[in-house]
Every structure is written in structure tokens, then in C-alpha cells.
T-cell receptor
Framework: EAGVVQSPRYKIIEKKQPVAFWCNPI?????LYWYRQNLGQGPELLIR????????DSQLPKDRFSAERLKGVDSTLKIQPAELGDSAVYLC?????????????FGPGTRLLVL | KQEVTQIPAALSVPEGENLVLNCSFT??????LQWFRQDPGKGLTSLLL?????REQTSGRLNASLDKSSGRSTLYIAASQPGDSATYLC????????FGAGTILRVKS
């Protein structure tokens, strides 16, 4: 079974530039999560989708961040414009059932460096 | 707001030693407590998930316990090996997963 796929694995951009991350969850997983992990910290939830609906985006900085999950499968997370403080690892995860009380499967992450 | 704390922040032990990693959480209204492993440059791998009604879970050389009333969980690793070297994260699930900062473990051969 293929795991959660993320691309790109690494991205270096200059501040004020836009950037996008892509995630393909495990087949059949209805719930998809985006997390941000700063250096030396645990991941923090940015947004949770159940199918194509964003059910928890309270931690998403909506002035510059946006996300979508068309057709309830793949998802894209965008930052525009990027700031120096956005440098972090962006992790995507998925789980089978809604409600999120079961194991989440994580992708390898996208490491973003904003110069 | 849930807060999760892990102690110690880093741990270095010789191969073969048994060890305990600690996790504490402030809000006992959780559905489950999970332990993850993270290798450098990689995502998280789930190790153990303890439902709120359970007291412990075991997988191979790993044993995790949960005491909701005291807001604590421990991960016990028996007979540690160099391949166990990684960052171990605990996470409490209330309405979302809240992670601790992790314990960086190094097992020396």
C-alpha cells in the first residue's frame, strides 16, 4: 500500500514569493490534515478536511495561507506571499475515518526555506 | 487549551539499556494518546495508540501506558538498539492532535 505522497520534498524561495505544496493521501482515506512543524517543535495542525470540506481551519493564517481539496482526494496548500517565519516543514497526513480519533499516517513532508 | 510536555528533551543511552520517555498533558478530556517516531528528514510513524479507556498498549519492545487522571503517559523501550535512535513524539487527541516537542533519543553501540 502506497503511503502519503508529498511534493516537492524541498523548496527554497525568497520572501514575498508564492509557494505551493501538494499532497496525495492514502487511497480510501477520507480525512486529510496539513501540519506545520517548526524546528525543535512538534507538528501543529493547520487545517483538517473531511472529504472535500474543511472542518477545522482555525489555525490556518488566512491572510496568506489557503488550501483546497478538490474531489476529496489530493490537496494543495499555498502560501502567498511567503514570509521568513514560514520556514518550516509542512506535513500532510491522512486517516480512514472522520473524527480523527484513529491513527494518522504522515507523509515525508516538504521542507520550506524562505530567504 | 491542551498543552503537551515531554521529558527529557534529549537522552543518550548505551545499547541494551531499558529506558522510559515521559509525556504529560494538561487536559484529561482526550480520546486517545499516541506515540510517534520521527527520523531525520522523514515524516512521523505511529508506534502506539492508547484509547482513553485503555491503560496500556504493547508492540514488540515498546510499551506505552496512560493515566488520564494524572495527565501522564510513558513510553518504555526495552533492550534499546542503535536503530531506535530517533525523535519520539507523543500527541493527545481531544478535538485534534496536540503534539509535544519530542524527546531526541540516541542509542550508542
Amino acid at each position: 500500500e502506497a503511503g502519503v505522497v508529498q511534493s516537492p520534498r524541498y523548496k527554497i524561495i525568497e520572501k514575498k514569493q508564492p509557494v505551493a505544496f501538494w499532497c496525495n493521501p492514502i487511497s480510501g482515506h477520507n480525512t486529510l490534515y496539513w501540519y506545520r512543524q517548526n524546528l525543535g517543535q512538534g507538528p501543529e495542525l493547520l487545517i483538517r478536511y473531511e472529504n472535500e470540506e474543511a472542518v477545522d481551519d482555525s489555525q490556518l493564517p488566512k491572510d496568506r495561507f489557503s488550501a483546497e481539496r478538490l474531489k476529496g482526494v489530493d490537496s494543495t496548500l499555498k502560501i502567498q506571499p511567503a514570509e521568513l517565519g514560514d520556514s518550516a516543514v509542512y506535513l500532510c497526513a491522512s486517516s480512514f475515518e472522520t473524527g480523527g480519533r484513529e491513527t494518522q499516517y504522515f507523509g515525508p513532508g516538504t521542507r520550506l526555506l524562505v530567504l | 487549551k491542551q498543552e503537551v510536555t515531554q521529558i527529557p528533551a534529549a537522552l543518550s543511552v548505551p545499547e541494551g539499556e531499558n529506558l522510559v520517555l515521559n509525556c504529560s498533558f494538561t487536559d484529561s478530556a482526550i480520546y486517545n494518546l499516541q506515540w510517534f517516531r520521527q527520523d531525520p528528514g522523514k515524516g512521523l510513524t505511529s508506534l502506539l495508540l492508547i484509547q482513553s479507556s485503555q491503560r496500556e498498549q504493547t508492540s514488540g519492545r515498546l510499551n506505552a501506558s496512560l493515566d488520564k487522571s494524572s495527565g501522564r503517559s510513558t513510553l518504555y523501550i526495552a533492550a534499546s538498539q542503535p536503530g531506535d535512535s530517533a525523535t519520539y513524539l507523543c500527541a493527545a487527541y481531544g478535538n485534534k492532535l496536540v503534539f509535544g516537542a519530542g524527546t531526541i533519543l540516541r542509542v550508542k553501540s
